[in-house]
């Protein structure tokens, strides 16, 4: 009698809701400079992500994922484009920006009916740097700043779009980036005490944490800086030659395996703000019903390396800890908990945005959709590239790594020159992956034949590739983001004779060193460490 009742019920219930027509709406939120291994979606040992985790139990997760770059303007660059940043334009530091005549993810899915937006936390990714183009609505913080800034202005924008109009949103939040300091709880989160004036001090001085190599800050290293086509000036990497350089007699202050840690701590800590921050902007979207039929990508732009190889910052590295990301995807297509093994990179996200709005993809452009390769329909690939900002290239497999050092990617016969070098060289350094996973050791010479293969490929993918020749005009840098890029760590004070916005007085194909940080306030907090007497 009861399954009577039960058929009765369920021929009487209303019918379910048909699934909405049209393309699914997109979401990409871009958790800045948040490396893989510190998250609990991909294994971490402390609940660091327990949002991303959430997320990725109901959509997918992909374990080996990776920026093309370890640098926020250029790896942006890939995840919108689809594309190398030095494909787009010419792949200098001191000048990269996107040039107009490059198509970015909105402009194409506009053409396709799509409403459009970006909240740029700041940093790298503002106008000033040809992020603003083809978005409807676009909107940068100053500095670098939260999802707690741009996430509620992204959900009032998503619930002011048209009702059956689809949209595409990038959300955008520096909350895992140096310095790590956070408010409140968060800050010593992980910690079970505060640390030492220099592990404290390194967490929060940027310049400071620039004077770092291995285990040892050196006070009298002070960072160097190079005249910017605008006229600022940015770190030098021979700042880390002469760290790298330093002879014995140089004065050093013992950064010991606590402080590392504590720094570590504190970066846990401020990764878990960025994921509470994140829990905020879906919750929100969630309540309002603006998640439903919306595909929703979480990714990062870079990691960050944390004294694993000697550096702080994410820009001296190829390593893993600058370029394997977290990846989750959640939405249509990506439902049932799945994990993917194999290698992805930032290329995919931006394949997929169009694939999932039916859009055709830009000219140039590379990477599979990611459902497809979730549903193992896409190709596997067998390696991932990435271009390094200071003169690296990188080719990743999923047993090795090889880095190539001192590659200038303007130049055009750059890969030439490295077909031409010596494999047992300073240029490059291999690392196996099976016994190595933490990138500790060279392992060339009891390799060889790996060596030689994975060089050829790095050879085959840059000849392969049209180096854009687009750089950033004189005085495009506004004095507001140049203040927070020198505040940040990434821009120095500018020179006597090069003030702030003005043209620089060199050409940018030779930079102009400088320095002029030893007076830069952030700097000054060195002569608290520096031993007296050497």
């Known amino acids: 009698m009861l399954a009577g009742v039960v058929l009765v019920a369920a021929a009487c219930a209303p019918a379910p809701p048909a699934p909405p027509a049209g393309p699914p709406n997109l979401l990409l939120v871009s958790l800045d400079t948040v490396r893989a291994d510190h998250t609990s979606a991909h294994g971490y040992a402390r609940d660091t992500t327990p949002v991303l985790a959430a997320l990725a139990a109901e959509g997918t997760v992909f374990d080996h994922a990776f920026s093309q770059a370890n640098e926020s303007a250029w790896s942006h660059a890939a995840l919108l484009t689809g594309r190398y940043a030095s494909e787009l334009a010419r792949p200098v530091y001191a000048t990269y920006a996107l040039p107009d005549d490059v198509t970015l993810a909105p402009e194409a899915l506009r053409a396709y009916g799509y409403a459009t937006a970006a909240f740029s936390a700041g940093g790298h990714v ?115 030659r002469r760290l790298a350089a330093a002879g014995a007699d140089a004065r050093r202050v013992a950064v010991t395996s606590a402080d590392k840690q504590h720094v570590q701590d504190h970066y846990d800590g401020a990764l878990r703000y960025a994921d509470t921050m994140l829990g905020v902007l879906l919750d929100r979207l969630r309540r309002a019903g603006d998640l439903d039929h919306t595909v929703v990508l979480v990714v990062s732009d870079h990691g960050e390396d944390l004294l694993d190889h000697g550096y702080m910052n994410h820009r001296t590295g190829l390593t893993d800890s600058c370029t394997r990301v977290p990846m989750v995807a ?6 049932g908990g799945g994990r993917v093994d194999t290698l992805v990179d930032a290329r995919d996200v931006a394949r997929t945005l169009f694939a999932v709005g039916g ?170 460490f520096a031993p007296e007497g050497g």
């Not at 959640?330 to 439902?335: C, H, K, L, T, V």
């Not at 004189?474 to 500018?494: D, F, I, K, T």
Request: aromatic share 8%; net charge negative; charged share 20%.
């Open 126 to 240: 503002t106008a000033d740097f040809g992020y603003d183009q083809g978005w409807d609505t676009w909107s940068a913080e100053p500095g670098f700043a939260s999802l707690f800034d741009t996430g509620p202005k992204a959900a009032a924008w998503v619930a002011a779009v048209p009702e059956g109009q689809p949209w595409f949103a990038f959300v955008h939040g520096y909350d895992a980036h140096r310095p790590y300091a956070r408010p409140g709880p968060w800050d010593h989160l992980y910690a079970e005490a505060p640390g030492s004036r220099l592990a404290e001090a390194l967490c929060r001085n940027p310049c400071l944490s620039e004077m770092v190599l291995g285990e040892a800050l050196l006070p009298d290293i002070v960072p160097s800086w190079f005249a910017h086509q605008g006229g600022d000036s940015i770190l030098d990497p021979e700042t880390y």
């Open 330 to 335: 959640w939405g249509p297509g990506f439902s």
């Open 359 to 528: 859009a055709l993809p830009p000219a140039g452009s590379g990477g599979r959709d990611l459902r497809a390769v979730a549903s193992g329909e896409a190709a596997p690939l067998d390696a991932v590239f990435a271009e390094g900002v200071m003169d690296m290239l990188s080719v990743r497999t999923a047993t090795h790594r090889l880095v190539a050092h001192g590659v200038r990617l303007d130049e055009p016969g750059h890969a030439d020159a490295l077909a031409a070098a010596p494999l047992d060289g300073g240029q490059f350094v291999l690392h196996d992956l099976r016994v190595d996973p933490a990138e500790l050791h060279d392992a060339r010479a009891a390799d060889p034949a790996t060596t030689a293969e994975l060089r050829d490929r790095l050879v085959v993918w840059r000849r392969s590739l049209r180096t854009g020749d687009a750089t950033l005009l004189p005085e495009a840098v506004s004095p507001e983001v140049a203040a927070e890029l020198r505040r940040h760590g990434y821009w120095g004070a500018a020179s006597a004779d090069a003030p702030t916005n003005a043209p620089a007085a060199v050409p940018a194909e030779v930079p102009a060193r400088t320095t002029g940080a030893a007076d830069d306030p952030t700097c000054r907090e060195r002569f608290e």
